[in-house]
């Protein structure tokens, strides 16, 4: 009889199977499973790494006197066990597919069995649980998962207005089990105030020293004493640091004229930095110094798009990965230098995928080992013991705070073992770890970002913004959506009351007051109807899945009962004209398809006006407020085309915004003559531009920050309220995890 027949017990990733109760587990959560996905899950964890034939389940699930119709059955059956894992069938974690005959059971597992258990020899006891562990590691060589799938999607969901918002206001769900190890111990390194926070941060190998960088410069703490020195005093805007394996070296990267971000090294002793390469980021130096992984593409913040591999003197510069349909974070590499793992993330249709995978230099294997719907993409080392430090958002009260997880690999397969382990505990989010070469010290930044909303004034001649100033002066992520018709307030969605609801706030008060009292959990946007005298707003059974029917509520602005409008799928962003037009639209996105709709606020009745394919990127879109023209752009990428669709029957306009491209927003201004279009070429800066009907763009403010924003100009066009996001970012360090 084999082990995991005779267990009970079988735990793989964060999953843990019972055979004798029947329960699917994933941190000590039931999961809810059928009794043949349950079953056929048993069979294939029967014997991991091998091939269970589809005639082999037949047999196992259903009786010879079983008249099924096999096909469908086994494959409803396998679909259900992959919806209760969430693996993927075209990168799987969990269960391969091999063609036409089976499948396969990838992961490494790990079976428990009671204490006292007499066959049971050199297993180590769980403390925690009274069992004993033992590993059973896949058998079969092919059991290496290979990447197959060809995504759609694209680089910046947080870039449409909706989702910006959502990821302001909420900052991501996450789950996560609370405990963490008793003995380890935190210490903050750096006490910056909110206007300055650290940028990067990283420890030396040997422990000695602290680099980090802020708005100021670049500083090099010997952490004996704890005293900062100017490391480069001429350079301000440093967005990574690594180190050298000699201590001695440091790996950062910059932006130069004519904006691109290039990697250097810096050595502390002394001297001028030394360009590698002319593109580059958020790299990483081989254990034996020789060779660097590092991101080219530019994207959001840190991101890009492809993974490239050099000499650590720069030569021989060749790329390793493309990823043209997401983002790709954090190469690191493995203790032994002969994997490293990343970050993929993507958003589809319907939601925002996250995944670690990782890539064998010598053999060119590729293998997803971690896929979790709360992973956050800012976090990732591996540790010198093989263990692999990644980031979980924490799930609500707490939604505003992610914490770092370890998960061991096995470097022979690439695969998971055993289950991994929570490491710290906090609030805040915690990104850009780094370790010492002894394993004892975990260095990391730890940010707390809010969303404000911004007042300011503008004017078409020149064009020309006004010094914008803080109108919300509370803790929370305010987002402002609109205006109130005589323009003297601005309409947002805030996160205040511990649920994103609609305020106003007048340009000349210190408060806001709640403006829609519905109890229903709101999508994070909102805009006024043409007449202004309803607000609307959208609901979803499940916001994190925006495939699922939407429904667009309306109520009225000085109080009254909500009325539903009308109920679609896939809603994300909507807006209305300005009276006397009297039209609205809303849009919904599909895998590479944009459906624009008009509708009457009052009734729905909505009809379809335009539909946009053959997308790679995500779509910015804004109705005019004089209801005739619909403008169109793509998030995120070098895609720097505007079209300009009639809905009266004239000709599609296009022309190219010269110079400007990684778009992330789109609004109309006030008289319909041009639009506000933020851009962020490097991922580092945001450029908010004038962009008149000619195709002419006009930067009228700038903001050194990753975080997307945009401009919603009054009814009258005299001002712009625009969403600022301030981060207090500080270094930790833990000991003992």
């Given at each position: 009889m084999s082990a995991i027949s005779s267990s009970r017990i079988i735990r793989f990733s964060t999953f843990e199977v019972n055979l004798h109760t029947g329960e699917l587990r994933?941190?000590?959560?039931?999961?809810?499973?059928?009794?043949?996905?349950?079953?056929?899950?048993?069979?294939?964890?029967?014997?991991?790494?091998?091939?269970?034939?589809?005639?082999?389940?037949?047999?196992?699930?259903?009786?010879?006197?079983?008249?099924?119709?096999?096909?469908?059955?086994?494959?409803?059956?396998?679909?259900?066990?992959?919806?209760?894992?969430?693996?993927?069938?075209?990168?799987?974690?969990?269960?391969?597919?091999?063609?036409?005959r089976g499948y396969r059971f990838i992961c490494d597992v790990e079976t428990l069995t009671a204490s006292g258990v007499s066959d049971v020899n050199g297993l180590k006891r769980d403390t925690k649980t009274g069992l004993i562990s033992a590993k059973v590691l896949p058998t079969s060589a092919d059991a290496s998962w290979r990447s197959k799938g060809k995504f759609a999607g694209a680089v910046l969901a947080i870039v449409v207005v909706a989702c910006v918002a959502a990821g302001w206001l909420l900052w991501r769900r996450a789950g996560g089990s609370t405990s963490s190890q008793a003995s380890m111990t935190l210490r903050r390194l750096t006490t910056n105030a909110s206007e300055n926070g650290v940028?990067?941060?990283?420890i030396s190998p040997d422990g000695k020293y602290l680099a980090y960088s802020d708005k100021t410069g670049v500083y090099l703490r010997p952490l004996s004493t704890g005293e900062s020195h100017s490391l480069l005093p001429t350079v301000s805007?440093?967005?990574?640091?690594?180190?050298?394996?000699?201590?001695?070296?440091?790996?950062?990267?910059?932006?130069?004229?004519?904006g691109n971000k290039r990697l250097w090294t810096v050595s502390i002793l002394g001297g001028s930095p030394r360009q590698l390469s002319d593109e580059g980021w958020s790299g990483s130096v081989s254990p034996d110094g020789s060779q660097i992984v590092f991101l080219k593409g530019a994207g959001f913040a840190e991101t890009g798009q492809e993974i490239w591999l050099m000499r650590a003197n720069g030569a021989d510069q060749r790329q390793l990965i493309s990823f043209p349909q997401g983002r790709l974070l954090t190469p690191v590499w493995s203790p032994d230098g002969r994997w490293i793992a990343y970050l993929k993330n993507r958003v589809g249709p319907d939601r925002e995928e996250s995944w670690i995978e990782v890539l064998n230099l010598e053999q060119d294997i590729k293998r997803v080992v971690l896929s979790e719907p709360d992973l956050s993409?800012?976090?990732?080392?591996?540790?010198?013991?093989g263990r692999l430090l990644y980031a979980l958002y924490e799930p609500p009260p707490s939604q505003n705070s992610s914490n770092f997880w370890a998960a061991r690999i096995n470097l022979d397969?690439?695969?998971?073992?055993?289950?991994?382990?929570?490491?710290?505990?906090?609030d805040g989010y915690v990104v850009q770890p780094s370790i010492t070469a002894d394993g004892k010290h975990l260095v990391f930044d730890r940010d707390k970002p809010q969303g404000d909303v911004y007042v300011s004034e503008?004017?078409?001649?020149?064009?020309?913004?006004?010094?914008?100033?803080?109108?919300t002066l509370d803790d929370a992520d305010d987002v402002p959506f609109d205006w109130t018709v005589d323009n003297k307030a601005v309409l947002f969605i805030s996160d205040r009351t511990g649920a994103v609801n609609i305020f106003r706030q007048g340009i000349d008060e210190t408060s806001a007051e709640m403006v829609v009292f519905d109890r229903e959990k709101k999508l994070p946007i909102c805009r006024l109807s043409p007449d202004g005298?309803?607000?609307?707003?959208?609901?979803?059974?499940?916001?994190?899945?925006?495939?699922?029917?939407?429904?667009?509520?309306?109520?009225?602005?000085?109080?009254?009962?909500?009325?539903?409008?009308?109920?679609?799928?896939?809603?994300?962003?909507?807006?209305?004209?300005?009276?006397?037009?009297?039209?609205?639209?809303?849009?919904?996105?599909?895998?590479?398809?944009?459906?624009?709709?008009?509708?009457?606020?009052?009734?729905?009745?909505?009809?379809e006006v335009a539909k946009l394919q053959d997308q790679t990127g995500r779509w910015g879109w804004g109705l005019s407020p004089d209801g005739t023209l619909i403008a169109e752009i793509t998030l995120g990428g070098t895609d720097n085309r505007l079209r300009l669709l009639s809905l009266s029957g004239q000709p599609t306009r296009e022309f190219a915004v010269k110079n400007w491209s990684n778009f992330t927003s789109l609004d109309w201004a006030a008289d319909s003559k041009g639009l506000f279009v933020a851009s962020n070429p490097t991922g580092l800066k945001q450029s908010l531009l004038y962009i008149d009907l000619a195709g002419n763009a006009h930067p009228i403010w700038q903001l050194n920050n990753i975080w997307p924003s945009w401009a919603i100009p009054s009814r009258n066009g005299k001002y712009v309220a625009?969403?600022?996001?301030?981060?207090?970012?500080?270094?930790?360090?833990?000991?003992?995890?």
């Open positions: 994933q941190k000590g959560q039931k999961i809810k499973l059928q009794e043949q996905p349950f079953q056929l899950l048993a069979a294939l964890l029967e014997r991991p790494g091998e091939l269970v034939t589809r005639e082999e389940l037949r047999s196992k699930l259903w009786p010879a006197d079983t008249f099924v119709d096999f096909d469908h059955s086994l494959n409803a059956a396998i679909k259900r066990l992959r919806d209760a894992l969430r693996d993927s069938a075209d990168r799987p974690i969990f269960v391969e597919t091999v063609a036409k940028i990067s941060s990283a805007d440093v967005t990574f640091l690594g180190w050298f394996p000699d201590s001695l070296q440091l790996l950062a990267s910059w932006s130069t004229p004519p993409v800012w976090g990732l080392s591996w540790l010198p013991d397969t690439g695969g998971l073992v055993g289950t991994p382990v929570r490491i710290t505990s906090g503008f004017s078409a001649d020149g064009p020309r913004l006004s010094t914008p100033r803080r109108l005298t309803q607000i609307l707003y959208s609901i979803s059974a499940n916001p994190d899945d925006t495939s699922l029917p939407v429904r667009l509520m309306r109520a009225p602005i000085h109080g009254g009962p909500p009325q539903m409008v009308l109920e679609a799928p896939a809603i994300g962003n909507y807006g209305c004209s300005h009276a006397p037009a009297a039209i609205c639209a809303f849009g919904q996105e599909y895998s590479k398809e944009l459906v624009i709709s008009v509708f009457d606020p009052a009734i729905g009745n909505p009809h625009i969403p600022v996001a301030t981060v207090d970012g500080n270094v930790w360090m833990a000991e003992n995890f």
